[in-house]
């Protein structure tokens, strides 16, 4: 009930009116130009065709190239004043610079080692993650496969409670209950124990679950705490870009990343969508540097004492290990779409099957062809979605999709108990990536996320046979079920279609 009264007469009611001023003010001013009428009409014909052609020319995908020049013809105006906005964001370019600094600066940490011959099949992957995304690929790690929250759940307090130098905590939601509060209990007695605790999580926590004050409840328990981009009542587009990672490294001999958050639902022990299907992994190995600086680089964006990223780095092996694991992170402060890309790797190099668990479908028009090419060579292409969504609006504009996808040949299945929230690819028993990484333009353009690829170990075969019992109590969708959707939400799909790039 205090959350409920919080959310609903608290900060939610001054930044929802802080914005509306915010506004009204902009459309006060665009409406003043209308005075003007032929200036206006002919000025706003030539700048919209002339920012049309400059979007048309742009090296972005082309989904979001048309949504913004639909935006824009539709309502030059405010399309023109909304595509500045969007562009001209000194906070943004900012950011985008420290990021920079702080990759150039963790680099010499992260080189790649000569660990494959360079006709390899893994060698192009490695080359090009390596140079653009600053991350190697390892042969000295293992991966852990938990298909389950609850699984992570339990392992997690087990590797918690044998913490001897450091835990690093980074998470998109940490919400008070049964799994935060058991997990605070742990980090409370490893502070006393002298044990190094630094917790990150996103902003939007502060708009709606944690107390603002809550950073300082942790720094009085003795756990260092950042919060990413709190949400502000100003309107910038800073606050777009949401820290949608989940991280937790214990002394850089194990690191955990997956869909899973620290709040109840993720374990159901709460009932918010019906059956919770989430997933994770445990990395254990040299591999876990990566996540290692992973964390450090976000925690150091508002830092100005230099890291000493070293007291956190191990070259821990695993005895016997086989196989390639090769943790990775991507940001929207630049142009290349990581995440999007090695999704693509694996589409186009697959054989035989590439299985795909997504909360959201959402994708971009590459991407889509990447798909129908796969389905068209034979390679068995299937889709896991939520029968029952968080997000209404993007469940509508999934639907959009279902047919021409179908028409293609891949398969698109509901988890009929209730909400599909893993982000998994996995193919011909060979390679698979699970993380934090949504099939939609948020995760794969606008958000900072992360993931493991993993290629030849163990656990790909496990996330194989955990699809397999997923698709036992999925419903696979038809033409036919397509055409008995409701209309008017059809209708609201398409309509949402439009803007879907830049939501």
């Given at each position: 009930m205090?959350?409920?009264?919080?959310?609903?007469?608290?900060?939610?009611l001054f930044?929802?009116l802080s914005?509306?001023?915010?506004a009204?003010?902009?459309?006060?001013?665009?409406?003043?130009?209308?005075d003007y009428?032929?200036i206006?009409?002919?000025f706003?014909?030539?700048?919209?065709?002339?920012?049309?052609?400059h979007i048309?020319n742009?090296?972005?995908s082309?989904?979001?190239?048309?949504?913004?020049?639909?935006?824009?013809l539709?309502m030059?105006?405010?399309g023109?004043?909304?595509?500045?906005?969007i562009?001209?964001?000194?906070q943004?370019?900012k950011?985008?610079?420290?990021?920079?600094?702080?990759?150039?600066e963790t680099?010499?940490y992260?080189v790649?080692?000569?660990?494959?011959?360079?006709?390899?099949?893994?060698?192009?992957?490695?080359?090009?993650m390596?140079?653009?995304?600053?991350?190697?690929?390892y042969?000295?790690?293992d991966?852990?496969?938990?298909?389950i929250?609850?699984?992570?759940?339990e392992?997690l307090?087990?590797e918690l409670?044998n913490?001897?130098?450091f835990i690093?905590?980074?998470?998109?939601?940490?919400d008070e209950?049964?799994?935060?509060?058991?997990?605070?209990?742990?980090l409370k007695?490893k502070?006393k124990?002298?044990?190094?605790?630094?917790l990150m999580?996103?902003?939007?926590c502060?708009f709606?679950l944690?107390p603002?004050?809550?950073?300082?409840?942790m720094?009085k328990?003795?756990?260092?705490?950042?919060?990413?981009?709190?949400?502000?009542?100003?309107?910038?587009?800073?606050?777009?870009?949401?820290?949608?990672?989940?991280?937790?490294v214990?002394?850089?001999?194990?690191?955990?990343?997956?869909g899973?958050?620290?709040a109840d639902?993720?374990?159901?022990v709460?009932?918010?969508?019906?059956?919770?299907?989430?997933?994770?992994?445990m990395v254990?190995?040299?591999?876990?540097r990566?996540?290692t600086?992973?964390?450090?680089?976000i925690?150091?964006?508002?830092?100005?004492?230099?890291?000493?990223?070293?007291k956190?780095?191990?070259?821990?092996s695993?005895?016997?290990?086989k196989?390639y694991?090769m943790?990775?992170?991507?940001?929207?402060?630049?142009?290349?779409?990581?995440g999007?890309?090695?999704y693509?790797?694996?589409?186009?190099?697959?054989k035989?099957?590439?299985?795909?668990?997504?909360?959201?479908?959402i994708?971009?028009n590459?991407m889509i062809?990447?798909?129908?090419h796969?389905?068209?060579?034979?390679?068995?292409v299937?889709?896991?979605?939520p029968?029952?969504?968080?997000?209404p609006?993007a469940?509508?504009?999934a639907?959009t999709?279902?047919?021409?996808?179908?028409e293609k040949?891949?398969e698109?299945?509901e988890?009929i108990?209730?909400f599909?929230?893993?982000?998994?690819?996995?193919?011909?028993?060979k390679?698979?990536?699970?993380g934090?990484?949504?099939?939609d333009?948020?995760?794969?353009?606008q958000?900072?996320?992360?993931?493991?690829?993993m290629?030849?170990?163990?656990?790909?075969k496990?996330?194989e046979?955990?699809?397999?019992?997923?698709l036992s109590?999925?419903?696979?969708?038809?033409?036919?079920?397509?055409?008995k959707?409701n209309?008017v939400?059809?209708l609201?799909?398409k309509?949402l279609?439009?803007?879907?790039?830049?939501m």
């Amino acid at each position: 009930m205090r959350k409920i009264f919080r959310v609903l007469f608290g900060r939610t009611l001054f930044l929802i009116l802080s914005l509306l001023i915010q506004a009204v003010v902009l459309l006060s001013f665009m409406l003043r130009l209308s005075d003007y009428l032929y200036i206006y009409y002919g000025f706003t014909v030539i700048v919209s065709l002339l920012f049309c052609a400059h979007i048309a020319n742009l090296d972005i995908s082309s989904s979001i190239r048309t949504s913004w020049i639909t935006i824009i013809l539709a309502m030059p105006v405010f399309g023109i004043l909304f595509y500045l906005f969007i562009k001209i964001q000194p906070q943004v370019r900012k950011i985008n610079k420290r990021i920079d600094c702080l990759i150039e600066e963790t680099r010499p940490y992260l080189v790649q080692k000569n660990i494959y011959d360079e006709n390899s099949h893994i060698a192009g992957l490695s080359q090009y993650m390596n140079t653009y995304g600053g991350f190697p690929i390892y042969n000295n790690s293992d991966v852990k496969y938990f298909k389950i929250g609850e699984e992570k759940y339990e392992q997690l307090l087990i590797e918690l409670s044998n913490a001897k130098k450091f835990i690093f905590l980074e998470y998109f939601i940490i919400d008070e209950g049964k799994m935060w509060d058991s997990i605070l209990e742990i980090l409370k007695e490893k502070v006393k124990e002298g044990v190094e605790v630094r917790l990150m999580y996103d902003g939007t926590c502060m708009f709606a679950l944690l107390p603002h004050s809550y950073p300082k409840q942790m720094e009085k328990l003795g756990i260092k705490c950042h919060v990413f981009s709190p949400i502000r009542p100003a309107l910038t587009t800073y606050q777009n870009n949401r820290d949608h990672r989940k991280i937790l490294v214990i002394d850089g001999r194990v690191a955990f990343t997956g869909g899973v958050n620290l709040a109840d639902e993720y374990i159901n022990v709460t009932k918010r969508f019906g059956h919770w299907k989430d997933n994770a992994v445990m990395v254990t190995g040299e591999a876990v540097r990566s996540f290692t600086i992973m964390f450090l680089q976000i925690w150091n964006l508002g830092e100005t004492v230099k890291e000493d990223y070293e007291k956190y780095l191990t070259e821990e092996s695993v005895e016997g290990a086989k196989g390639y694991v090769m943790p990775y992170g991507d940001h929207p402060y630049d142009e290349e779409y990581i995440g999007e890309y090695v999704y693509m790797d694996i589409i186009n190099k697959a054989k035989k099957y590439v299985h795909i668990m997504t909360p959201y479908l959402i994708p971009s028009n590459e991407m889509i062809r990447c798909l129908e090419h796969a389905s068209k060579r034979g390679v068995d292409v299937k889709i896991i979605m939520p029968y029952i969504t968080d997000k209404p609006s993007a469940y509508y504009i999934a639907r959009t999709y279902y047919p021409k996808l179908i028409e293609k040949g891949i398969e698109i299945y509901e988890y009929i108990p209730g909400f599909v929230h893993a982000k998994t690819f996995v193919s011909d028993d060979k390679k698979a990536v699970v993380g934090t990484i949504n099939l939609d333009f948020r995760s794969l353009y606008q958000n900072l996320e992360c993931a493991a690829y993993m290629e030849d170990v163990g656990a790909v075969k496990d996330i194989e046979k955990d699809y397999q019992e997923t698709l036992s109590y999925c419903k696979k969708i038809t033409l036919e079920d397509c055409d008995k959707y409701n209309p008017v939400l059809k209708l609201v799909g398409k309509l949402l279609w439009i803007i879907s790039p830049l939501m």
